[in-house]
């Protein structure tokens, strides 16, 4: 005998009109608020990025692309959006443990992982160098190397492994890696012959059974992170680098509670009240002896940094780096009488030409994270090269 159906208790008329008229005021009034002159982008530049600007009028070739620059202006300037967005971000990420943008990737205990084919392909090992890709690197850095040592500099390349090397256990389980290899293995052997590589993730790997190395919901290695990738980074080139003192051990620095707002999408999301992170930097024990100079009013151009030891008999140093060398600095001052770091990938090729050239420098430290070798090589930067190559 089939069971009888249930039929749903009535709404009374009262009850649906009550919805409707919530559903139309929620349409409604952040559209309203912004007509009020209540639009909501002061918190825009919490997700790393400038509120869309209003639209210039269309000209004759921009009308088609008008209506998505002005649906860009609406959607940063609307009343309560920051509420709005982070009701939305938290009901995905702590409701469905849903990642709410295609940029960030949600791994176990909602770690954070950076999203994008690029990323998914290192962390998963799907797409391999090609013989070419291989080449390329390959010429590029091996032209990079013998410049520097015409130079009178010691060339070194220090990989700063993703977070996704280094914690793979975090990683969804979707990511799971699908080839034993990954693109730095196989570039290891093809760079050998022409450049020291430093290769930290076995180091970070035996690091993080004591404390973070990388931010649980960033993308960057923490300071004891840091501290460990320049350690070993020194004993490489202590051999080679006269007057070069062995690294600052880990029990020479306490670590302090750092601001855990810094790398951390889920600030970003606006949800870093709700999905937490301890994080630490480290502080040394006794004075270092090293302070960051105005690199502008030392001649420099933009976006240069410039570390000075007050011992001037030690070595001199290069860093061409990404956001990873910028944790780098301070350890890599204790050992040299001046560091001058160049963010090489947002400066122009011939403008870090010069800046090497005319450091007078004993090392040349080039650090490059590990996912960049999904994309192209940084350009050759001696003297005739042609521009992007």
């Known amino acids: 005998m089939d069971a009888p159906e249930l039929a749903a208790a009535p709404r009374s008329p009262l009850a649906e009109r009550v919805l409707v008229v919530a559903f139309l005021l929620g349409l409604a009034l952040p559209g309203a608020g912004l007509l009020a002159g209540h639009g909501d982008r002061d918190d825009v530049g919490r997700e790393n990025r400038s509120a ?12 088609a692309r008008w209506p998505a620059a002005f649906s860009a ?11 709005l967005v982070r009701l939305h971000n938290a009901l995905l990420v702590l409701g469905l443990d849903t990642s709410p943008t295609p940029r960030v ?3 176990r205990d909602r770690w954070m992982f950076l999203g994008g084919e690029d990323h998914v392909d290192n962390a998963r090992r799907s797409r391999p160098l090609t013989a070419d890709e291989r080449a390329r690197w390959r010429d590029v850095l091996a032209a990079r190397a013998t410049w520097a040592r015409g130079l009178g500099m010691e060339p070194v390349l220090l990989v700063a492994p993703s977070k996704s090397s280094v914690y793979p256990e975090q990683l969804p389980a979707r990511l799971a890696p699908v080839a034993e290899r990954s693109r730095l293995d196989e570039l290891l052997d093809t ?5 020291d590589v430093v290769d930290v993730r076995d180091a970070l790997r035996e690091a ?7 931010y649980p919901l960033g993308s960057h290695w923490t300071g004891p992170g840091a501290h460990r990738a320049y350690e070993v980074l020194v004993e490489r080139l202590r051999p080679r680098v006269p007057g070069l003192g062995a690294p600052w051990p880990r029990d020479a620095f306490r670590a302090e509670p750092h601001d855990p707002r810094g ?8 949800i870093g009240d709700l999905v937490t992170q301890d994080t630490t930097t480290l502080v040394p024990l006794r004075a270092p002896g090293v302070r960051q100079l105005d690199a502008a009013a030392a001649g420099f151009p933009a976006r240069v940094q410039l570390w000075v030891n007050d011992d001037d008999t030690l070595p001199r140093a290069v860093l061409l780096h990404d956001s990873f060398g910028n944790a780098l600095l301070p350890f890599l001052a204790l050992h040299f009488s001046a560091v001058v770091a160049v963010p090489h990938r947002y400066v122009d090729p011939a403008v870090v030409r010069q800046v090497v050239e005319s450091s007078d420098a004993d090392v040349l430290v080039e650090e490059i994270v590990e996912y960049a070798f999904v994309r192209a090589p940084p350009p050759d930067l001696r003297p005739g090269a042609a521009p992007g190559s």
Not at 191 to 195: F, R
Request: hydrophobic letters at 50%; aromatic letters at 10%; a negative charge.
């Open 52 to 63: 869309a600007p209003w639209p210039d009028a269309p000209g004759a070739e921009g009308v």
């Open 73 to 83: 202006w609406l959607d940063d300037s609307l009343a309560f959006r920051t509420a």
């Open 105 to 107: 990737l949600l791994g």
């Open 191 to 195: 760079l050998a012959p022409v450049i």
């Open 208 to 214: 993080k059974a004591r404390e973070l190395v990388y």
């Open 263 to 270: 790398d951390n999408w889920a600030t970003r999301l606006h």
